[in-house]
């Protein structure tokens, strides 16, 4: 797939390429604790930040 047509493919389902990842990493953080025994690092790390304070900036209130 050409990458013009990915992002038509995208928009015509009415989202933005840069918000892909956030959804992404939002969907993860919701599924993570519940399936798991996973700590707050790993759950972090899994979810692509570089530590665990910008974890708890994004997720201020421990909700996805």
Same mark, same amino acid.
């Given at each position: 797939?050409s990458?013009? &047509? !990915? @992002?038509r493919?995208? &928009?015509?389902?009415?989202h933005?390429?840069?918000? !892909?990842?956030?959804a992404?990493r939002?969907? *993860?953080?919701?599924? *993570?604790?519940?399936?798991?025994e996973?700590?707050?690092?790993?759950?972090? #790390?899994l !979810?692509?930040? @570089?530590?665990t &304070?910008?974890?708890?900036?994004a #997720?201020?209130n421990g909700?996805?």
């Open positions: 797939m990458e013009r &047509t !990915l @992002q493919r995208i &928009t015509v389902e009415g933005s390429f840069r918000a !892909l990842p956030v992404a939002r969907e *993860l953080c919701e599924q *993570l604790p519940a399936k798991s996973i700590g707050i690092d790993e759950i972090a #790390f !979810l692509g930040y @570089q530590d &304070t910008s974890f708890h900036r #997720f201020p909700e996805a």
